[in-house]
C-alpha cells in the first residue's frame, strides 16, 4: 500500500500557485519524497523529488517540513495545462527494487 | 530529448490469446519496469529488470506473465493467455542507474483491451 495520503480532488485559478499538499508520516530515514504527475491518457510523469531540503527546478518547487511527516508541491503559476492527477510518493534510492508505490493521488483542476 | 517509446499504442486481442507489449526504453538505462492500470483506477506495479534479470514482481505478475530484453534495446512484456481482467493501460518504465534518485521515466502506455 502507497505510504502517502493525499486530497482527492482541488482545484486552482489558472496564473495563480497550486500547492499540493501529501501527508507520509511513517517515512522513515533513507526514503525520498517523490512528486509525479499524470496528465489524461498520457504516462506518469516525473516532477521533483527531496529528502530533506526544500528543492525548486523549473517545473515545480518541492517543500519538505523539518520532521519529514509531510511535504507541499508547488506549482508557482499554474496553467491549464497543469491540470492532471499528481501523486506523492516515498521510495529509497537502495538496490535494484526500486518499484514505485502509487496512490490515487490528487487531482488537480486549473480553471481558466 | 530521449524518451521511452511503447508499441502498439492500443491492442486489441480475443480472450486466450497471446499478446506482446513492446517498449524501447531510454539507451544507458539500466532498469526497467512495467506497470498497469485498470480504467480509473491506481497506477500498478508488475515487475522490475535489472541486469538481465527480474529484480521484483508482483502478486499480478503470475504465470501467464514474462518479459524479456532480447536485444539490448527491446524490453517486451507478454501475456500468455489474456483474461477480460488483463485490459488496462500498461506502461513502461526505466530509470537510469544513480544511488541518487530513483527518477523513473514513462512511455506513453499501450491500452490492451481483452474481448
Known amino acids: 500500500d502507497a505510504k502517502t495520503t493525499q486530497p482527492t480532488s482541488m482545484d486552482c485559478a489558472e496564473g495563480r500557485a497550486a500547492n499540493l499538499p501529501c501527508n507520509h508520516s511513517?517515512?522513515?530515514?533513507?526514503?525520498?519524497v517523490y512528486w509525479y504527475r499524470q496528465i489524461h491518457s498520457q504516462g506518469p510523469q516525473y516532477i521533483i523529488h527531496g529528502l530533506k531540503n526544500n528543492e525548486t527546478n523549473e517545473m515545480a518547487s518541492l517543500i519538505i517540513t523539518e520532521d519529514r511527516k509531510s511535504s507541499t508541491l508547488i506549482l508557482p503559476h499554474a496553467t491549464l495545462r497543469d491540470t492532471a492527477v499528481y501523486y506523492c510518493?516515498?521510495?529509497?534510492?537502495?538496490?535494484?527494487?526500486?518499484?514505485?508505490?502509487w496512490g490515487l493521488g490528487t487531482s488537480l483542476a486549473v480553471n481558466p | 530529448e530521449p524518451e521511452v517509446t511503447q508499441t502498439p499504442s492500443h491492442q486489441v486481442t480475443q480472450m486466450g490469446q497471446e499478446v506482446i507489449l513492446r517498449c524501447v526504453p531510454i539507451s544507458n538505462h539500466l532498469y526497467f519496469y512495467w506497470y498497469r492500470q485498470i480504467l480509473g483506477q491506481k497506477v500498478e506495479f508488475l515487475v522490475s529488470f535489472y541486469n538481465n534479470e527480474i529484480s521484483e514482481k508482483s502478486e499480478i505478475f503470475d504465470d501467464q506473465f514474462s518479459v524479456e530484453r532480447p536485444d539490448g534495446s527491446n524490453f517486451t512484456l507478454k501475456i500468455r493467455s489474456t483474461k477480460l481482467e488483463d485490459s488496462a493501460m500498461y506502461f513502461c518504465a526505466s530509470s537510469p542507474h544513480s544511488q541518487a534518485k530513483n527518477i523513473q521515466y514513462f512511455g506513453a502506455g499501450t491500452r490492451l483491451s481483452v474481448l
Open positions: 510518493i516515498v521510495s529509497d534510492n537502495a538496490g535494484n527494487n526500486r518499484k514505485l508505490i
Open positions: 511513517t517515512i522513515s530515514g533513507n526514503e525520498y
